[in-house]
């Protein structure tokens, strides 16, 4: 009986600490904003976008995914690029600050491509279908601070 509470005890103890350390949950790293934002389909469904609306949506949409695709593209070649981070000493990873920076400056203007494309489709909405839409997640494209003090 003994051992069962210590096991017991024990996974409910370890468990949570185990998930911390999976990317995305907890103390882990988190995982990178996806390569897409909604299907089309899943946007049409959330907002209810007419027949008249769907091909003027489309073109925005499909916009804004090829930047989300280019910017998840640039990641992964950023990263190759970078090599193993852990092993790097405090002196190349202040030489390696000016390639992060243009990496960053890149990254902003993919997302407000990302944006505008986001805005222009709001805009083909009714007031009832930009509420809708407004609560659906934001398409992300880069990672962002929060501003400081906050």
Same mark, same amino acid.
């Not at 909604?38 to 007419?50: I, R």
């Not at 405090?90 to 491509?113: I, Y």
């Not at 962002?144 to 003090?149: A, D, L, S, T």
């Given at each position: 009986?003994?051992? /069962?509470?210590?096991?017991?005890?024990?996974?409910?103890?370890?468990?949570?600490?185990?998930?911390?350390?999976?990317?995305? /949950?907890?103390?882990?790293? /988190?995982?990178?904003?996806?390569? +897409?934002?909604?299907?089309?389909?899943?946007?049409?469904?959330?907002?209810?976008?007419?027949?008249?609306?769907?091909?003027?949506?489309?073109? +925005?949409?499909?916009?804004?995914?090829?930047?989300?695709?280019?910017?998840?593209?640039?990641?992964?070649?950023?990263?190759?690029?970078?090599?193993?981070?852990?092993?790097?000493?405090?002196?190349?990873?202040?030489?390696?600050?000016?390639?992060?920076?243009? /990496?960053?400056?890149?990254?902003?203007?993919?997302?407000?491509?990302?944006?505008?494309?986001?805005?222009?489709?709001?805009?083909?909405?009714?007031?009832?279908?930009?509420?809708?839409?407004?609560?659906?997640?934001?398409?992300?494209?880069?990672?962002?601070?929060?501003?400081?003090?906050?």
């Amino acid at each position: 009986m003994r051992r /069962m509470l210590a096991v017991a005890l024990s996974s409910v103890l370890l468990v949570p600490a185990a998930l911390a350390q999976q990317p995305g /949950m907890g103390g882990g790293r /988190m995982a990178p904003p996806p390569d +897409h934002w909604l299907t089309l389909d899943s946007l049409a469904q959330a907002v209810g976008l007419t027949a008249d609306q769907r091909p003027k949506v489309a073109a +925005h949409y499909d916009e804004l995914n090829a930047v989300m695709k280019k910017a998840a593209d640039r990641r992964v070649l950023f990263r190759q690029s970078m090599g193993p981070m852990g092993q790097m000493t405090p002196e190349q990873r202040q030489a390696m600050q000016p390639k992060v920076d243009s /990496m960053r400056t890149a990254m902003e203007g993919l997302q407000q491509q990302a944006d505008t494309h986001y805005g222009a489709i709001r805009a083909l909405l009714t007031a009832a279908q930009q509420a809708k839409f407004d609560a659906l997640p934001k398409p992300q494209v880069a990672m962002r601070r929060p501003p400081p003090g906050s």
